[in-house]
C-alpha cells in the first residue's frame, strides 16, 4: 500500500479549474485518498488546491518579469529584479504552506489508522473477555432476564393502542437525533465497531483465551471478521432453508430504459440503445430498481466493446430466501464472501450481454449492488476500467485493483456500517453528511434509512462530478467517457429469480 503525498501534473495548457464556494445549503464533502493516509475536508483540500495554483501563478509571473527586464534600461531591470525575486520568494512560501496543509491531511489519515487499528487490538480484547463472561453468567441471569422481558412484553400488550404509539414517539422524540436516532454520524461508526467486534466476543465465549484474540482477527492472521461471523449466519439459514447462495435464472426484461434513463415504456423492445455515461451522477441516475435489477449497457469500438453494468439495490419487500435474489439472504451470503444468488445473475447477466475475460466492464451499484460491484471489479474475471458504488456495505471488501475507484457513502447511513469498520482501500472514499440540520438536502428526511435513499445518493453523486479538489477530480476524469462523448450503445436490462430446488 503506497503512503506517498498526491502528486498531480497538470498540462501547462489547461487553465485552473474554478474553486466552488461552499455554502450552509450543502454539508462539506470529507476526503479519503485512494491509496495514501489522506483523509481531510473538502474545503481544507480546496485551500491546499488554492495554494498550489497561487504558487504556480507567482511562478509564471516571474517568469514573464524576467523575460521583460532583458529589453529594458539598466535602472529598470534592476527594479524588475527585484520583484522577480519577491515573486520566487512568494511562490515558495506559498508552495511551502500548501506542502503544509497536504501534510496536515496526511497526518489526520495515518493517526486515525494508527489509532484505529490499536484501538480494535484493544476492542477484540475486551471483547474477548466479555463473550468469556457473559458465557460464564447466562445461566445465572438468563432465568431472570427472560423473566423479566416476559412480564415487560405482558404489560405492553396491555396498553392500548393509542398508549403505544404515544409512547413510541415520546421515546423518539427525546433520543439523540430527534424522529431519526438512527441515523447519526456517531451511531453508525459505533455500529462498525460493535460488528467488526462481534466475533472477537463470538471465540472469548468459546473458550479463546482473551490475550490470543486479536491474533487471531483482522488486525492479525485474519481467521475471523466480519465475513466469518456472516458465515455463520449463512449457515444457519441454510439448515433452516433459506438459500442465500441457491442457483438463479436470469432473462432479459420485456421493457427496457430509454435513452435519458428515464420511466420504462411498456411497448419497447428488450433493447434498446443509450449514449454512454460522462459522468458519476450520469452512471448513479442509471441504476434501476430491483424489478429488472441489472442494466447492461454496451458499446461497440475499434478496440473490442465496452459494457457498463448498473446494480439495484436490495428489494425490501422480497421474502427471505425466496424467488427474488436481491433480499437480506443474498446480503449476508455477499458479506460471509459467498457466492450470493444475486452475486450470479449479475456474471449470468454479462455473459449473456457478450462480456468476456477481455471486455472492459464499469461496474455501478446501489447497496447490495455496490457489493456485488465491488466483488465483480476484483474478481479478475474482466477487464475493470471503473467502479461506482454507493451506500454500500462494501467496506470490508478490498479493492485494490488498477482501475479508477469511487465509494461514495452518507456518514448517517446504517447500511455502509453493515460491513463493520473500514480496511485499507485503493478506492476514493468521498462521505457526506445528507441529513445535517439546516442543509437543503435535509428537507424531508424521516425515518432510520432516510441517509439509504438512492435519490439522496444521485444528488451527493452530482456534488463529488462538480469538486474540483484534485484527488476526486483524477478519480472522476479517469472513468471512460468522462466529460461526454456521445457514443451510442446497446441497453439490456435483466431480471433474476431463483430456481426452486427440486
Do not use: K
Not at 447497496?367 to 471489479?377: F, M, V
Request: charged fraction near 20%.
Amino acid at each position: 500500500m503506497t503512503e506517498a503525498a498526491w502528486s498531480v501534473t497538470t498540462p501547462a495548457d489547461r487553465e485552473p479549474r474554478a474553486q466552488p464556494a461552499l455554502t450552509t445549503e450543502d454539508a462539506p464533502l470529507i476526503i479519503r485518498g485512494a491509496g495514501t493516509t489522506v483523509v481531510a475536508p473538502e474545503a481544507l483540500l480546496a485551500r491546499r488546491d488554492a495554494l498550489r495554483a497561487a504558487s504556480s501563478v507567482c511562478s509564471d509571473q516571474a517568469l514573464r518579469v524576467r523575460g521583460v527586464r532583458a529589453s529594458v534600461d539598466a535602472s529598470l531591470a534592476l527594479d524588475l529584479e527585484h520583484d522577480e525575486r519577491a515573486l520566487l520568494t512568494l511562490a515558495e512560501d506559498l508552495a511551502w504552506l500548501a506542502a503544509a496543509v497536504q501534510s496536515v491531511a496526511e497526518v489526520a489519515g495515518q493517526t486515525e489508522r494508527t489509532l484505529g487499528s490499536w484501538l480494535e487490538r484493544l476492542g477484540a480484547h475486551y471483547g474477548a473477555a466479555a463473550g468469556w463472561l457473559g458465557s460464564r453468567l447466562g445461566l445465572v441471569i438468563l432465568p431472570g432476564l427472560l423473566t423479566g422481558a416476559g412480564m415487560i412484553a405482558a404489560g405492553w400488550r396491555l396498553l392500548p393502542h393509542e398508549h403505544r404509539e404515544a409512547l413510541v414517539a415520546t421515546t423518539l422524540g427525546a433520543a439523540p437525533g430527534g424522529d431519526r436516532p438512527l441515523s447519526e454520524p456517531q451511531l453508525v461508526e459505533a455500529m462498525r465497531w460493535v460488528l467488526t467486534l462481534v466475533d472477537d466476543a463470538a471465540l472469548g465465549a468459546v473458550g479463546i483465551p482473551p490475550p490470543l484474540v486479536p491474533a487471531l482477527g483482522e488486525t492479525g492472521l485474519g481467521l475471523s471478521g466480519v465475513s466469518g461471523a456472516a458465515t455463520a449466519v449463512l449457515g444457519l439459514a441454510t439448515l433452516a432453508g433459506v438459500r442465500g447462495t441457491a442457483p438463479v435464472r436470469v432473462e432479459l426484461a420485456g421493457t427496457d430504459l430509454r435513452r435519458s434513463g428515464g420511466a420504462p415504456d411498456g411497448g419497447a423492445p428488450a433493447a434498446t440503445v443509450s449514449a454512454a455515461p460522462g459522468s458519476v451522477a450520469e452512471r448513479v441516475h442509471r441504476i434501476p430498481d430491483p424489478s429488472a435489477p441489472v442494466r447492461v449497457e454496451r458499446y461497440d469500438g475499434p478496440a473490442g466493446p465496452h459494457f457498463e453494468v448498473y446494480i439495484a439495490g436490495t428489494d425490501s419487500t422480497a421474502a427471505l430466501g425466496g424467488a427474488q435474489p436481491w433480499d437480506m439472504a443474498s446480503n449476508v451470503a455477499l458479506v460471509a464472501d459467498q457466492d450470493a444468488s444475486s452475486l450470479q445473475a449479475v456474471r449470468s447477466a454479462l455473459a449473456a450481454a457478450g462480456a468476456t475475460a477481455d471486455s472492459s466492464v464499469v461496474f455501478t451499484g446501489y447497496s447490495q449492488g455496490g457489493a456485488i460491484a465491488t466483488r465483480l471489479a476484483e474478481s479478475g474475471q474482466w477487464a475493470t476500467a471503473g467502479l461506482v458504488t454507493v451506500g454500500s456495505p462494501s467496506g470490508d471488501l478490498p479493492v485494490l485493483g488498477d482501475y479508477p475507484a469511487i465509494v461514495i457513502e452518507h456518514r448517517e447511513d446504517l447500511v455502509p456500517g453493515l460491513s463493520g469498520v473500514r480496511r485499507e482501500t485503493e478506492a476514493l472514499v468521498v462521505q457526506s453528511e445528507t441529513l445535517r440540520a439546516g442543509t437543503a438536502s435535509a428537507a424531508g428526511a424521516t425515518g432510520a434509512l432516510a441517509a439509504h435513499d438512492l435519490d439522496r445518493y444521485r444528488a451527493t453523486a452530482e456534488r463529488v462530478d462538480s469538486s474540483a479538489i484534485e484527488e476526486v477530480r483524477a478519480r472522476v476524469d479517469a472513468l471512460p467517457g468522462s466529460g461526454g462523448g456521445g457514443a451510442e450503445g446497446t441497453v439490456l436490462r435483466f431480471t433474476a429469480t431463483r430456481i426452486p430446488p427440486p
